[in-house]
């Protein structure tokens, strides 16, 4: 299902409803968010995304997770207050939608923030202990990956802090935020992973996504380990408005298909696009699939 050099992105896009739809949706009792949504995932198969997400245009990564969560209290930052527990499916109808409108031979996958990065994104009043407060979101985020696995091809783990701190129990939170999972699992951590990636080898997952674009260092920590997942391949920068050339992307592919072949390579943007302008996010996207597409007729 999870073709070799599929385009994918890591998740959000940067997509909104208008003014007059939030205005529009606050009257009528609709929900804005929907159409968000389908042009989210509309632009992503324009542009040539074959493994695609539902945009996450609701909130943040982590607030779109917490303000469903029982014993979270949404503040500035939301707050643990009592014990966290999952109330029910976060993403299900988001993802359900996205699928009904994917054409055929698109896939979808679907995106739950990892347990330490929620963990780092809630002010804590009620653990008292970042172990076990990473470890209730886990259980929590399980019961949602299960509860989404059905509608899905590949669910993707988000944990941009394990490149900022990896702690000790990093493998048995993703173990078991995944527990039970059968599809594809994938795990997006951006930010400079040279220091952690031997860790991040050993992880239960099929996908390892990194940032190769923002941190071209990343590929000779590639040449120096050996590991068994697929390789989530980071090619175009997300902090960056400029619209990488295919002649760029493609020697940037062309560079990891040396050390790696290609049967293990996913082609994607090194984060989520959710903070540069619609335009050049497409036009990113765009490039990242011509380049791909000449690589492949090259190695035919
Ligand atoms: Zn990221």
């Not at 992105?9 to 940067?14: A, E, L, R, T, Y």
């Not at 055929?104 to 009620?126: A, F, N």
Request: include cysteine; aromatic fraction near 4%.
């Amino acid at each position: 299902m999870i073709r070799p050099m599929a385009i994918t992105v890591v998740g959000s896009m940067p997509v909104q409803p208008s003014t007059e739809e939030l205005a529009s949706g606050y009257q009528t009792g609709e929900d804005p968010f929907e159409r968000s949504l389908e042009r989210a995932v509309a632009a992503q198969v324009e542009c040539g995304v074959e493994i695609v997400s539902d945009g996450q245009t609701r909130d943040t990564m982590v607030n779109v997770f917490a303000r469903h969560l029982r014993g979270i209290r949404m503040k500035e930052r939301p707050i643990a207050i009592a014990d966290i527990e999952w109330k029910g499916s976060i993403a299900l109808k988001d993802l359900e939608r996205a699928r009904s409108i994917l054409p055929k031979g698109r896939v979808l996958k679907g995106l739950i923030t990892g347990p330490y990065t929620m963990s780092k994104g809630v002010v804590d009043q009620h653990y008292n202990d970042p172990a076990e407060l990473a470890t209730a979101f886990a259980r929590a985020l399980n019961s949602e990956a299960r509860a989404i696995e059905p509608v899905v091809n590949v669910i993707q783990l988000d944990e941009p802090f394990f490149s900022v701190e990896y702690p000790s129990i990093a493998k048995e939170l993703v173990k078991k935020a995944f527990e039970g999972i059968t599809k594809p699992k994938a795990l997006h951590v951006c930010g400079d992973v040279s220091k952690v990636f031997d860790r991040l080898t050993e992880m239960p997952v099929d996908i390892l996504d990194h940032e190769f674009a923002a941190h071209p260092g990343l590929l000779s920590v590639l040449k120096e380990h050996s590991f068994k997942q697929s390789i989530g391949y980071g090619c175009v920068r997300s902090d960056d408005v400029r619209i990488e050339t295919v002649d760029e992307i493609a020697a940037r592919l062309q560079n990891v298909m040396g050390i790696t072949g290609h049967e293990r390579l996913l082609v994607d943007p090194d984060c989520g696009l959710r903070n540069i302008p619609l335009e050049s996010a497409l036009g990113k996207l765009r490039n990242m699939a011509a380049a791909r597409d000449r690589v492949m007729a090259d190695a035919r």
